[in-house]
């Protein structure tokens, strides 16, 4: 694309390439023919509602539409690979809303919670096998006997590793979900 294309060209260049006619893309914006005409010609452009609305029609973040950019961004130029052709018959699916954020940030983050995840349980596995390897009883100050796991922390003062590692084990999963999440850009 040109660095100087402006709305109106990113419109049309975003329909075709989604192989949509400007009756289709009409149709699916609950706007009339015209309107879509009038918005590829720069004669007028969508009210903001619309232009939101339009931007998730597109499969293209609303920073697509409106800023200078030389090119589509990931998830945009990926549903326009998919994207069926006309001559197949078939009636076009509306592509996805865009995520809130790109594939790759997507992929990392969701690594990225499997590994806390697992780093947090092994250390919490690795804390109970030496408690059933090593076993303690401690009694405390209020005459409190802790054995097993607790007993274990508390007598090899770990208190610090152990609530690490359970705090791991609960953030991965949050991490894995923002990872898996698809939100609306």
């Known amino acids: 694309m040109r660095k100087d294309l402006q709305l109106y060209g990113k419109i049309q260049a975003r329909r075709k390439a989604l192989g949509l006619s400007q009756e289709e893309l009409a149709q699916r914006m609950g706007v009339s023919r015209q309107s879509v005409t009038k918005w590829e010609?720069?004669?007028?452009?969508?009210?903001?509602?619309?232009?939101?609305?339009?931007?998730?029609?597109?499969?293209?973040s609303l920073d697509y539409l409106l800023?200078?950019?030389?090119?589509?961004?990931?998830?945009?130029?990926?549903?326009?690979?998919?994207?069926?052709?006309e001559s197949a018959g078939e009636e076009k699916p509306?592509?996805?809303?865009?995520?809130?954020?790109s594939a790759a940030a997507r992929h990392i983050v969701l690594a990225a919670g499997i590994l806390v995840f697992l780093i947090g349980a092994g250390g919490l596995l690795t804390m109970w096998i030496y408690s059933e390897l090593f076993p303690v009883q401690l009694v405390d100050g209020r005459g409190g006997v802790h054995t097993g796991l607790w007993g274990y922390v508390l007598a090899r003062d770990v208190k610090a590793l152990f609530?690490?590692?359970?705090?791991?084990?609960?953030?991965?999963?949050?991490?894995?979900?923002?990872?898996?999440?698809?939100?609306?850009?």
Not at 71 to 81: G, K, N, R, W
Not at 163 to 182: D, F, N, S, T, Y
């Open 163 to 185: 609530w690490a590692a359970l705090a791991a084990v609960g953030a991965g999963p949050v991490l894995i979900a923002c990872g898996l999440r698809r939100g609306r850009a």
């Open 67 to 85: 800023r200078e950019q030389t090119e589509l961004p990931d998830a945009a130029a990926e549903s326009s690979e998919s994207a069926p052709s």
């Open 41 to 60: 010609t720069g004669l007028s452009a969508p009210d903001l509602d619309r232009l939101v609305e339009l931007a998730d029609t597109l499969g293209v």
């Open 94 to 101: 509306v592509p996805a809303a865009p995520a809130s954020m």
